[in-house]
């Protein structure tokens, strides 16, 4: 291939300008074509731009605009006469080969659907299978720590203590250790109470946690309605369902901060504010905690029945709203049925005497008998 000598190309009375990308003077120069484009101003040091490296910058109608990869950033060639601008183009072999092609565009708009849709695998099916896995992985210290930092956000919302009568609180440890132990839960991994809070209630925390609220204990006519509802309450614990749903909730920041050890912070109130304010268990969880609740009771020789009755009185048949026990349960009526076929007679001996129910309605210091 022949050197190409230099050579001024005829210049127009349009001012070809410059730009060194050092100061904002604006400088009038011509140009010289050789074995790189000389762009030389009178009176100056002439600056080379190699052929390969030029590129188009965007520019208005007209004016031809410059740029070289290996000038300042902000360097700019701006030749306004179409002949030479004809030139200049004819010599950049490169010219435009930053700029994306309609192909590079599908690609990308390509690329940038398919994330979409990975986002959307990864809401709808990743987080709930790294749930469903990793729930019942999760170490009992962690499980404590997020339980503890979560009853901090209860108490907050229901009462900053739990109720304290030592008669009503003695008969409510009795009902709990019977269910306990009819499910089969460790001694150490489970603590209960009552809240003073008019609403009709009752939840598990993380970390073996369960609480009813005293609007509940208000509507329960016997012990055996009661402990339909706790037992409904160790069914999700059995299950995990409160620490599948704490990490469901939320989602990767929370499983970044059980990798990193941030799991008392935003997760709890995650937890505190979605899954037990609102209940929000999914379906299939709140059928198999029912049906935990009905096989602890018939363990206990009692029946489901009666939980489901209280269920009934409290949400009546539409169900009811944010306060309910059944926010996102199965419906009232069809819990009802189900239960109702369930029903035996009691073959076992009470859960509580009359006097220890009584003490119960009244361990938070007033209440229905």
């Not at 999760?138 to 009568?165: L, N, W, Y």
């Not at 944010?322 to 009802?336: F, K, Q, V, W, Y």
Request: charged letters at 25%; proline letters at 7%; a neutral charge.
């Amino acid at each position: 291939m022949s050197e190409l000598s230099p050579e001024s190309p005829p210049q127009s009375a349009k001012p070809t300008i410059f730009f060194d990308g050092v100061s904002s003077r604006r400088r009038q120069v011509t140009l010289v074509f050789g074995e790189a484009l000389e762009i030389a101003e009178e009176g100056g040091t002439p600056v080379s731009w190699a052929w390969a490296d030029i590129r188009r910058a965007d520019s208005p109608a007209g004016i031809l605009r410059l740029a070289c990869t290996s000038a300042p950033p902000l360097a700019r060639l701006e030749i306004r006469d179409s002949a030479l601008a004809a030139s200049v183009i004819a010599r950049c072999m490169r010219l435009d080969e930053h700029r994306i092609s309609p192909r590079g565009v599908a690609k990308i708009v390509g690329w940038s659907v398919a994330a979409a849709v990975s986002i959307v695998c990864v809401v709808l099916f990743g987080v709930p299978l790294a749930a469903d896995r990793l729930a019942p992985l999760v170490p009992k210290p962690i499980e404590r720590r997020i339980g503890d930092a979560s009853e901090v956000q209860v108490k907050t919302i229901f009462g900053r203590s739990a109720c304290e009568d030592p008669a009503g609180k003695t008969a409510f440890v009795k009902l709990v250790n019977r269910l306990r132990d009819a499910a089969g839960l460790d001694d150490d991994a489970m603590t209960a109470g009552v809240l003073p809070t008019s609403i009709p209630n009752a939840f598990a925390l993380p970390g073996g946690k369960v609480y009813v609220l005293k609007g509940l204990l208000d509507k329960a006519e016997n012990p055996d309605e009661l402990a339909g509802i706790l037992a409904h309450e160790l069914g999700h614990l059995k299950h995990y369902d409160n620490m599948r749903g704490l990490i469901y909730n939320g989602g990767t920041s929370f499983l970044i901060g059980l990798l990193f050890g941030d799991v008392t912070g935003s997760s709890a109130v995650i937890f505190a504010s979605r899954s037990v304010v609102e209940a929000s268990y999914s379906r299939e969880a709140e059928t198999a905690a029912d049906t935990f609740a009905i096989e602890m009771m018939h363990k206990l020789g009692r029946s489901p029945k009666p939980a489901a009755e209280l269920m009934f009185r409290i949400t009546g048949k539409e169900g009811g709203g944010l306060t309910s026990i059944l926010a996102s349960h199965p419906l009232t009526e069809d819990r009802l049925a189900r239960m109702t076929k369930e029903d035996r007679p009691a073959s076992g001996p009470p859960l509580l005497t009359d006097e220890e129910w009584q003490s119960l309605k009244l361990i938070c210091g007033s209440g229905k008998i």
